[in-house]
């Protein structure tokens, strides 16, 4: 009996998992992404996918004693599974859950038995455990293999709906609307679509390690001039494609997908003012929102006809800029002898009152109250004009504050690398890591945690200044906490203090909830526990920041996003 | 040696530092020689790296003044301050930055003798790449002082016990210091590598002509390598002198039980033997946000936390 | 620094002074203020108390109190609903035929017993959630850098306000009133209405049981060994790990009692409550000087009473329009103040700060 009992007890953890998603309303949501069309939902993929890991987990930990143990522990835990939720339904069936839990109805109660009854629950739930088990015991290459090509199916199913709409720019070009529309069906990919995707992306994968191997090999047999040579024509090869792809994105992917690309910008923006504040001098500043409060409103101030001012965006941009920074230095100064926690809370509290005071009576006549500014003028027009292959193009106001938007995050970008391998750089990690030795050291703490203040602040600055004028006004409610815990989730999640890391949280956390709604009203919860998981798991974040190597003083360090040294 | 006419390279008058109701120095008064070696030695507890965090400027003495070269009180000046004055220092429980590499550590050491303001970093003038090539190749030559030449891109946390405490000091000389405090620098070495750190350090005054005190508890290092020798006990200044004249001194062979070297040194970290004299006040700095790394224990109970 | 300090001051001052010499107000009007500012207090009290007692014993801040206070009242929300049906209701809603059945709802005829079962049943749900949080999330990072448990318990406090939020909705529930507790009583010449009466009485009764459980037991003395030195205490043969417990269950057990009572002033839940009041009571908690467990409840109280005479004493005396609006404004500045000028608190710290 006690052999079974770790995997019972995985398997028990499971099922509390899928009964909390339940009550909370995830699993009906779920139920209407659909990811295999007319097939399979996310709804489906969960109550697999649970158990499944389950047996997995299981397995794993049995392995020691054989397979025969291992698979065992998995069969367990796939019982083990099914038991809460078997639980949950018995019980809601009797009893009226629904006058607490509003997500406890008759048809969540039907979706968690598979429309049949217990058996076939546990018939699934039995049977997923084993197959994790199985998968649990293969050889890892294969193991991982199986995992990516599962992860890519569910994942181009889940943006079917964002992909077909681009994919319908394309009409005129047969080859891609057709391959197109052959992947991707109506609500999801397509049955065929799943089967060609998870071969192709399970044979990538499995050859792909000892593809790029050979292909190293296969360089360093090569002189030395022809290695660097190839590897600078790689290098400017792919800069060049990228710039160029940059360019003309918002022709590639139509205005709806480039709202999200837009959003993304702008969080970058963000994310790498932030990074500088708490990723490179570890001030954890949860106040940061006002800073972009400051640049949004100043702008709004400056250019709408609210206050009659009606001054061009080129002139607002700079002062808005410049009130984000003097606001991070006024902010700054008191905050700078506190610490840690302390330090977080105060500014946590400034970010608050700033936000009160926006929105209280008595700015009104400066600031528009509750309901804030609008008429905000666009920054920027670009007007119609023609393309090749393309036509006739009027471009939609997303694709054309895109451009904006990509002007300040490469400039943002430039700066904060900039700003990492240098002294200043240097003396905020020190500060970081130690600010007792790092004084000792000859540096001074107020200038340099000012420093990173007011440039964390010029970069939220600039973000809020866009978004302004993106939207076209400005409300106090759209600036609470809630920002200031979007980038910091963001960050954390990139890697504190690394550069790539803020693209790659800003992508995964902001772009992700925008492309599939039916996780959008699940965001803040999936935030705190991506918090909490990272904390637990993996604090240093996706990308981690690492540090730079100078072994030639010659050689520029290596540009981020090049590959994990930056 | 010295000269009798220079001033002294530092002199502690009077200096008193009480924790709430705990006196930890009282009214010290030592001199140390210009271009002179000098060691202060006790028990533990006995109120040394105190004295060390006085002169460096993380505690203000209640009491006294601390004079550089005779003429700056370094007193209530703050610590990036009398780092630019040219005083520098290691730790008792080595505090490098162990997530940044060796080379990053001394860089960082280097920082009061760079100017590079934040528009000149950003916008990538001619004098700041110049100064981060001068900067490089600057670091370099320290890590090729301390022993440690080709090792500049290891994370400092991944480096060898022995190297880190040379590392330390490598950053340490990046500030130009013409006063270096060396808080038990030999700490948790074998005889071979005290050996070698002993010459080191008197290459280091020979090549450099800076001052240097220790803070040790290794006997043959103090006998060997000491000019002078300040005893404290209890935050007092119980002898002075030379080496022969130290050792003989009844109060010093009380103070210490009357053997050689039974005080070790703590080892940081793992060693958790508490102080063994109760009531004696925290020797070191006291840091609530020290950020340790992830793979090393935790901050225990010693004064070497 | 200083001149800001002495500006504020002066500010507040002249404020008063001019509110009280225009006479807006009667005396019983504030009075009416002070009372509802010590009930308000004492709510924010018991919170800060949780602060403060983990805080002293871990030096970390537990982001997640205001939802571990929010848990509580939000799950009792719907005890005290069915407790406020009465029988017959209850049959009827069910369709069950009208036999016989009692008209009078227990919430009625038993309003006191009821609320101490509403008060138990609200502690038990806090208690057991913050011993979760303590397990799952803070317990492997105690001896991580400073940071990570801070951003652990800010990922915590998010998670648990959305799930709480997905269980029961996001709607606002009304607590059911209390017909017993209806009107006020006259205390010394002072006008106290019935549920501010019972809401102080029982946050009192409730910080002298804690003040004599820290002083007076053992456990009280373990927790307070613990927060002294964690590795002198487990040398002494205290389990600093039940210890921590304990001190995360009497915290959370308190929260969710001061959830009731914030239900029986306030007359709503929601699952958003917890943010305001616990930023609150956090603030009371430095106040009073964080890990000083009389502290806490007097900044609680000074806070409560600032918060609600505040807006009317010395905002509207300097011409402020609806002063009420930045009424969580002065909570949030008191906050900076005393982090900046004062971050031992009003009492001082009793934290001895770790070697």
Known sequence: MTRLWPGARIGLAAGAITVLASLIGMVEQFAKLHIVADALTMTDILLVALPAIAGALASRRASPGGRGEAISAALVAGVASAVPPALLVLVGRSWPLQAMFVNAGADLYDTLLWGRGYLALFGVDIAAGAAGGAVALLPGAVRRALVHAAVAVIALGAMAGLIRPILSLYRGIDVIWNTGTAVLGGDGITQLGTAVVFAFVFVVSLTGQPARDRFDQWLTSRSAAAQSGTRTFGRGAGVFVTVAGLLVLPFLIGSYPIEIVDKVGLFILMGLGLNIVVGFAGLLDLGYVAFYAIGAYTVGVLTAPFLGLELPFVVALPVAILAAIVAGVILGIPVLKTHGDYLAIITLGFGEIIRILAQSDVLKSWLGGAQGITRIPPSFTLGAFSLPVFGRVDPAPPQEVYYPILLFCLIAVYITWRLRYSRLGRAWLAVREDEEVAAGLGINLVGTKLLAFATGASLAGMSGALVATKVGSVFPASFGLIISINVLVLIILGGVGSIPGVFVGALVLVALPELLREFSDFRLLLYGAVLVVMMLTRPQGLWPASSASHEEADEPPPEPGAGAAT | MTGESAPPALRIEGVTKRFGGLTAIARLDMVLPERSISSVIGPNGAGKTTLFNCITGFYTPEEGRILLRGTENLVRLRPDDISRLGVARTYQNIRLFPDLTAIENIMIGLHARLSASLPAIVLNTRATRREEEFAISESRRLLDLVGLAGKGDLLARNLPYGDQRRLEIGRALATEPSLLLLDEPTCGMNPHETSEMIDFIRRLRADLGITICLIEHDMRVVMSISEQITVMDFGQKIAEGTPEEVRSRPEVIEAYLGSGSVEACLVPPADTAASNRPGAPDDTLASDDTVTPDDTPPPSLSPGA | ?355
């Open chain 3, 1 to 355: 620094m200083i001149t800001t300090g002495v500006v504020l001051l002066a500010l507040i001052v002249y404020g008063s002074v001019v509110t009280l010499r225009s006479g807006t107000y009667t005396t019983a009007q504030w009075l009416d203020f002070v009372v509802a500012g010590v009930s308000q207090g004492s709510v924010y009290a018991l919170i800060a108390l949780g602060y403060t007692l983990v805080y002293g014993i871990l030096r970390m801040i537990n982001f997640a109190h205001g939802e571990v206070f929010m848990g509580g009242a939000f799950t009792t929300y719907f005890v005290a609903q069915w407790l406020s049906l009465s029988e017959c209701s209850r049959q009827a809603a069910r369709d069950l035929p009208a036999g016989a059945c009692s008209a009078v709802a227990p919430l009625e005829s038993h309003p006191l017993l009821v609320l101490l079962v509403l008060v138990l049943f609200s502690a038990s749900v806090s208690l057991a959630l913050a011993l979760v949080l303590e397990r799952v999330a803070y317990r492997p990072l105690r001896d991580a850098p400073r940071l990570i448990p801070l951003i652990t318990a800010i990922g915590a406090s998010f998670f648990l306000q959305y799930t709480f939020r997905g269980l029961y909705g996001s709607g606002i529930k009304a607590y059911p009133r209390v017909p017993a507790l209806e009107g006020a009583i006259m205390v010394f010449g002072v006008r106290i209405l019935r549920t501010q009466a019972v809401v102080i009485g029982a946050a009192v009764l409730m910080m002298a049981a804690l003040f004599l459980f820290v002083q007076r037991t053992k456990t009280g003395q373990a927790m307070r060994a613990v927060s002294e030195d964690k590795e002198v205490a487990a040398l002494m043969g205290i389990d600093v790990d039940r210890t921590i417990g304990i001190t995360f269950a009497v915290g959370g057990a308190l929260a969710g009692a001061a959830g009731v009572l914030y239900g029986l002033i306030f007359g709503q839940v929601h699952f958003f409550m917890g943010f305001l009041p616990g930023l609150k009571a956090f603030t009371a908690a430095v106040l009073g000087g964080i890990g000083n467990v009389p502290g806490a409840m007097l900044g609680g109280l000074f806070l409560g009473v600032a918060e609600s005479v505040g807006p009317s004493l010395f905002l509207e005396g300097l011409g402020v329009p609806s002063p009420h609006q930045l009424k969580d404004a002065i909570a949030f500045g008191l906050l900076v103040l005393v982090l900046i000028f004062r971050p031992t608190g009003l009492l001082g710290e009793q934290v001895s700060r770790r070697a």
